[in-house]
């Protein structure tokens, strides 16, 4: 296949998912400074965004403004939109760039925890159909049952939002995850990694798949 200069120096873009307490946060910087340490060009990003969008959906999970969950779904693709095409720090243009991106979360997110309260459907095409929602090369789930999650979250000395409070909506999201990943198995390139292990073990395996992804 003839790839041109811009194809092959193209970075890839990592989206990193998991309910809340799965140890995303401590997984992606182990990641991102393995990733430094090897030389790989990348760059770490969020959502919800820092944007004005990401602010008031901050605000919607602190409990702080009362949203419906299909404006809440609506503001999280508007964010998601701005998170693409941004001219300052947008996806898009980081990895066409060069820099390899890893996301802690993206849509997956937006289909699992606003999934449950709305349209499933309506979630999923408002955010797959949208020309300026790109579609990432790979996808890692951190999975880990709901009451461990809890129980690292009880740790944490800060008040919980809106879906980090109840135990069982969070075995909810997870198995809604599961859903989205059968949906999405034939179209999405999706990695499901045990995330109730010892730390290093988990870091090794996310980074092997990584690495997998940008020397594809
Ligand atoms: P965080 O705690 O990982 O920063 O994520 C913030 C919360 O936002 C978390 O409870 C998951 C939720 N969320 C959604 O409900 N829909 C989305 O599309 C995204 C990106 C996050």
Redesign the pocket.
């Known amino acids: 296949m003839n790839i041109s200069y811009t194809e092959k120096n193209k970075g890839k873009f990592i989206v990193i998912e ?3 307490g799965c140890g ?2 401590t997984q992606i910087s182990l990641l991102y400074n393995k990733l430094i340490k090897s030389g790989i060009p990348v760059k770490q990003t ?3 965004t820092n944007t004005t969008v990401g602010g008031i ?2 605000d919607a ?1 602190s409990g702080r403004l009362e949203l419906t969950i299909p404006e ?2 609506a503001l ?2 508007a ?2 939109v701005t998170h693409n095409i941004n001219s300052f720090d947008g996806i898009k243009m980081t990895l066409e760039d060069g820099f390899n991106i890893i996301c ?11 999934g449950l309260d709305c349209d499933m459907q309506w979630v999923m095409d408002i955010n797959l159909k949208c020309p300026d929602i790109m579609k990432p090369d790979l996808c890692i789930f951190l999975d880990l049952p709901a009451d461990i999650s809890k129980k690292r979250m009880k740790n944490a000395n800060r008040n919980l ?4 409070k109840d135990v069982k909506k969070s075995e909810q ?1 997870r198995n809604n995850f599961y859903k989205v990943f059968e949906i999405l198995k034939n179209t999405q390139n999706i990695k499901i990694i045990d995330a109730n292990r010892p730390c290093n073990v988990i870091s090794n395996e996310i980074y092997n798949c990584v690495i997998d992804i940008i020397n594809s």
Request: charged fraction near 30%; glycine fraction near 6%; charge should be negative.
């Open positions: 998991g309910i809340d995303k946060g969020a959502e919800p959906i901050r999970l809440l779904a999280f693709m964010d998601r802690d979360r993206y849509y997956y997110s937006s289909f699992a925890y606003q939002e809106l879906y980090e999201i």
